[in-house]
Nanobody, 128 residues
């Protein structure tokens, strides 16, 4: 089994930066994919960024491309989401998710339903 613990987040002014971290423990051998998802109030959970070894692809949502960076170690036991030039629309609860099985990640997206293990979520609020 896997356990995912997130840290980071908080309140930041527009234009600021935050770094979210995601630490995975348990049976960490052969994790294929890590994903970051956001759920804004009243909205469905949406993909922000995903990476999959077997898909050989990293996906970024169009609204964050060029501003956010997903970085991870080879084993995907520690993953970061570096968020720059934040805007109020980035506000929401951010979730990290991991999966051993192959996750289809394409330049068009990734699905939260493909991920089996989730972190506790962390609030990001962008406001002046």
């Amino acid at each position: 089994q896997l356990q995912v613990v997130q840290s980071g987040g908080g309140l930041v002014q527009p234009g600021g930066s935050l770094i979210l971290s995601c630490t995975v423990s348990g049976v960490t051998l052969d994790i294929d994919a890590v994903g970051w998802f956001r759920q804004a109030p009243g909205k469905e959970r949406e993909a922000v960024s995903c990476i999959s070894d077997k898909s050989v692809t990293t996906y970024y949502d169009g609204h964050v491309k060029g501003r956010f960076i997903l970085s991870t170690d080879r084993a995907k036991t520690t993953t970061y989401l570096t968020m720059n030039h934040l805007v109020p629309e980035d506000t929401g609860i951010y979730y990290c998710a991991v999966e051993h099985e192959w996750v289809r990640v394409t330049p068009s997206g990734c699905r939260h339903s493909d991920f089996g293990t989730w972190g506790q979520g962390t609030q990001v609020t962008v406001s002046s």
